[in-house]
């Protein structure tokens, strides 16, 4: 028998992408390049196969994606043609995904200049202690996104991670 701890970690090169399922591809894209400069860097049509069926856990999936890129990631986006989807707005505490981060120079001129591109803001930014300021608002099609504006000192900031 293996003792889990004596495994090695798998050391990942970084976070890839995030993927959303969306209602409308082109209206998700239009979006996302307007509010946040992502742009498309392949678009596919994904028919239905026993293969892909397998790796989703789908019948008979159909979809089209798009990968969007801008700064150091790339968003995915997914729209099912089949089988139909549903819209879920989860909560916050809700188990899963909660958000999609993305952090920014000026909270408070992204949050004004996002407020333009339709973000639906759970509130206006706040100090959440020793300068870094953070908000939640949602996207059009009720996804969470998080905008953050992280102190180099901090723990967590882009500037403490290797090769930065």
């Known amino acids: 028998m293996i003792n889990e701890d004596d495994l090695p970690p ?38 239905p196969s026993a293969e892909g069926d397998r790796v989703s856990q789908l019948d008979n999936a159909d979809c089209t994606t798009a990968m969007l890129a801008a700064g150091n990631i790339f968003i995915e986006l997914f729209e099912f043609h089949a089988p139909t989807p549903k819209s879920v707005e989860h909560r916050m505490c809700d188990y899963g995904y909660t958000h999609l981060s993305l952090e920014v120079d000026d909270v408070y001129e992204a949050y004004e200049q996002l407020s333009q591109h339709g973000i639906s803001w759970h509130s206006t930014p706040i100090d959440a202690g020793d300068g870094y300021l953070m908000t939640y608002g949602r996207d059009p ?22 090769g930065r």
Request: aromatic residues 12%.
């Open 10 to 47: 798998v050391i990942p090169r970084g976070v890839h992408h995030i993927a959303l399922s969306v209602p409308s591809l082109d209206t998700a894209i239009a979006f996302y390049h307007r509010a946040f400069g992502f742009s498309v860097v392949d678009r596919e049509r994904l028919a």
């Open 141 to 162: 099609f009720g996804n969470v996104i998080e905008i953050q504006q992280v102190p180099d000192g901090r723990a967590y900031a882009f500037s403490q991670l290797p």
